[in-house]
């Protein structure tokens, strides 16, 4: 396991047939992965959904994370549909530094005014998180999980 600079620069990098294997194997603590799908299931996903984006994120050369986001056909809005950091750089302060990144990839896309998240009502360090992104919460979704939305200024 390589450890990572923790001063590194924080990158999103989308996923590729050089990455996508180690993204794959990224887990969560057992107390965690009830809140979120698998990587794997979400890479078999986006391969079925084109408009899904997975990336890795790196801080400095080391993989500590993945994300995968896309504008919603539904809604025509853009959504994170996954955020998450292996369970062994957590508590480190990545996930914080890595969803302003995150924001400013979606926002550098064009037709952005708002941003989109949505998360299980049980898992408070992501509550935390997506506040401390600047996210303000909404209503409870049709599929059960608590919404929040960040506008953007630009």
Not at 56 to 67: H, K, L, N, P, R
Request: net charge negative; charged share 25%.
């Amino acid at each position: 396991m390589t450890e990572p600079d923790l001063d590194a620069p924080i990158r999103i990098v989308p996923l590729d047939a050089d990455n996508w294997e180690e993204a794959a194997k990224l887990t969560l603590r057992e107390d965690q992965v009830e809140f979120i799908a698998s990587n794997l299931a979400s890479i078999a996903e986006s391969r079925f959904h084109p408009e899904l984006q997975p990336c890795a994120i790196y801080s400095g050369e080391t993989m500590v994370g993945f994300t995968m986001y896309a504008r919603n056909p539904n809604d025509d809005q853009y959504w994170i549909y996954r955020f998450m950091i292996d369970q062994r750089y957590q508590r480190r302060g990545l996930g914080l530094r890595a969803m302003p990144v995150l924001i400013e990839r979606i926002g550098n896309l064009p037709n952005v005014p708002e941003i989109n998240i949505s998360y299980d009502d049980h898992n408070e360090p992501a509550r935390q998180l997506y506040r401390r992104a600047g996210f303000v919460e909404g209503d409870i979704a049709p599929w059960g999980e608590r919404t929040a939305k960040l506008i953007l200024e630009h």
